[in-house]
Nanobody
Framework: QVQMVESGGGLVQAGGSLRLSCAAS????????MGWYRQTPGKQRELVAT???????KYGDSVKGRFTISRDNAKNTVYLQMNSLKPDDTAVYYC??????????WGQGTQVTVSS
């Protein structure tokens, strides 16, 4: 059993910043890719950012230059630093990890709301 627990969401004004965290716990012996996705009502879940075990990163076009993904392998935790937030960034943010060479684990989601 693997759990992904997110924290750090909330309400922020446009132009502000938030930092999301997601810790993986349970029966884990290896984590490869970790990442963040987001979803708004009526739309498909979209990629925000991913990071490999070696630290290579990939970002969705809409967040490049504003968001930064990082991870702490010793803590099985992935972070998302979000700067220069826009109302269009409002969504439920989900963390994700590829665990133990065969399991794609998801968090429960954390709401981020950016007011104009």
């Amino acid at each position: 059993q693997v759990q992904m627990v997110e924290s750090g969401g909330g309400l922020v004004q446009a132009g502000g910043s938030l930092r999301l965290s997601c810790a993986a716990s349970g029966s884990i012996f290896h984590i490869n890719d970790m990442g963040w996705y987001r979803q708004t009502p009526g739309k498909q879940r979209e990629l925000v950012a991913t990071i490999t075990g070696g630290g290579s990163t990939k970002y969705g076009d809409s967040v490049k230059g504003r968001f930064t993904i990082s991870r702490d392998n010793a803590k099985n935790t992935v972070y998302l630093q979000m700067n220069s937030l826009k109302p269009d960034d409002t969504a439920v943010y989900y963390c994700n990890a590829y665990v133990n060479y065969g399991l794609r684990a998801w968090g429960q989601g954390t709401q981020v709301t950016v007011s104009s």
